[in-house]
């Protein structure tokens, strides 16, 4: 199932909406308008379900792992969640 163009577009949207949950820096210039405002509605609607903060530590929101540092969930849920987040944001 194709819903973004090719996989590489589609990584680079994951990366791009995680990043913004976790508000660490983007390439503003590296998404097209129709995914941006897709990513937008996805992180104000569902940023806080697929991470949850607890006291200072992170957890994931689709299995429950952590404690993990900020960067540390980056990477799982990159890694582990792609299709999910995928999901999410075209929901
Ligand atoms: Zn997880």
Redesign the pocket.
Known sequence: MARFLDRASETMIARYAIRKVLKLGVDEDSINIRDWHRITRFVKEKGNSIVKLKKGMYY?G??G?GPFTRRGIYL?LLR??LDEVLDAILE
């Open positions: 994931c689709f299995c792992k799982h582990v969640h």
